[in-house]
T-cell receptor, first 113, second 113 residues
Framework: DGGITQSPKYLFRKEGQNVTLSCEQNLNHDAMYWYRQDPGQGLRLIYYSQIVNDFQKGDIAEGYSVSREKKESFPLTVTSAQKNPTAFYLC????????????FGQGTRLTVV | AQTVTQSQPEMSVQEAETVTLSCTYDTSESNYYLFWYKQPPSRQMILVIRQEAYKQQNATENRFSVNFQKAAKSFSLKISDSQLGDTAMYFCAFMNLDDKIIFGKGTRLHILP
């Protein structure tokens, strides 16, 4: 079945450690996105990528980094510079033809202690 | 920069009633897409309906319809004959020509039996 897979579902890290969240899609979509969801804040865009080896900062990119070496994969690294990393993270993908919606993974809940 | 505003943080209606969720957005672009997403307690994001800005006709999907007012930059969602399964967070979203997707903060909708 085609879809977007985020792993793991729950992730725990100690403060000061970098952590990488995985996002893989087999929908052959060009664009991929990372969002952060906090209570009362909706979904805030961290990074997005329209094509391999290229990506753009979203509204809250500070403390995060991404790579897009393969079309299917868009991993997100939460660095120690991110002041409040505990959140629910959603990955999405879409076709780059300005004609379709984004499809979402099931999310990763990151807790930093 | 584009922004999306949902002015109703939380709403409650009785089962079988009709409810309207509000959304306004700000953009200088003339062509774009608008979406409503539903996020049930499972936290899986589900597309409810989408609207192309250059289409004057309001989109409809079964019990869900929108009132798109381009000049007013308003995009409200109407749910008719509401059902218990409609209980969820609802997010309004805007997609621009660069495939950037911005979300509002959401409206938590409770359908009461």
């Amino acid at each position: 079945d085609g879809g977007i897979t985020q792993s793991p579902k729950y992730l725990f890290r100690k403060e000061g450690q970098n952590v990488t969240l995985s996002c893989e899609q087999n929908l052959n979509h060009d664009a991929m996105y990372w969002y952060r969801q906090d209570p009362g804040q909706g979904l805030r865009l961290i990074y997005y990528s329209q094509i391999v080896n290229d990506f753009q900062k979203g509204d809250i990119a500070e403390g995060y980094s991404v790579s897009r070496e393969k079309k299917e994969s868009f991993p997100l690294t939460v660095t120690s510079a991110q002041k409040n990393p505990t959140a629910f993270y959603l990955c999405a993908s879409s076709i780059v033809d300005f004609n379709t919606e984004a499809f979402f993974g099931q999310g990763t809940r990151l807790t930093v202690v | 920069a584009q922004t999306v505003t949902q002015s109703q943080p939380e709403m409650s209606v009785q089962e079988a009633e009709t409810v309207t969720l509000s959304c306004t957005y700000d953009t200088s672009e003339s062509n774009y897409y608008l979406f409503w997403y539903k996020q049930p307690p499972s936290r899986q994001m589900i597309l409810v309906i989408r609207q192309e800005a250059y289409k004057q006709q309001n989109a409809t999907e079964n019990r869900f319809s929108v009132n798109f007012q381009k000049a007013a930059k308003s995009f409200s969602l109407k749910i008719s004959d509401s059902q218990l399964g409609d209980t969820a967070m609802y997010f309004c979203a805007f997609m621009n020509l660069d495939d950037k997707i911005i979300f509002g903060k959401g409206t938590r909708l409770h359908i009461l039996p």
